[in-house]
């Protein structure tokens, strides 16, 4: 089983737009602030020995399930600073499932890897 966390670098934007406003979108910048760490604190990311999981959110809880057996493709986005911090956004495609994303999270291409073992691990057995 492995985990993955969503980066810290989610507060990255928000701090920029306060420190480039000196301040005066203090306001706007701290909904985003707090909708980020809500995020952070609501969301799970899970390879198991069948499926992948996701849960997102804290009133409005969505959880995306795919059995491992069922994914084609797996797609791993990190921009400039993604890969100086080491956070992405992973998309997994499998048969008869649209797009599922997962991130932005710490070490994407650990998740990715861990992903693939388990995938071998099930296609051994």
Do not use: C
């Amino acid at each position: 089983m492995f985990d993955a966390k969503v980066h810290w670098g989610i507060y990255i934007w928000p701090a920029f737009w306060t420190i480039i406003s000196f301040g005066l979108l203090f306001p706007l910048t701290l909904f985003w602030f707090i909708g980020a760490l809500m995020y952070q604190l609501n969301s799970d990311f899970a390879v198991t020995n069948k499926r992948l999981i996701a849960k997102f959110g804290f009133i409005n809880r969505t959880t995306i399930e795919q059995r491992l057996n069922k994914v084609d493709t797996i797609i791993v986005n990190q921009g400039v600073l993604g890969r100086i911090l080491n956070y992405g956004k992973i998309i997994v495609r499998g048969t008869g499932v649209s797009a599922s994303p997962f991130g932005p999270i710490a070490q994407p291409l650990d998740f990715k890897r861990a992903i693939e073992e388990a995938i071998e691990a099930t296609e051994a057995r």
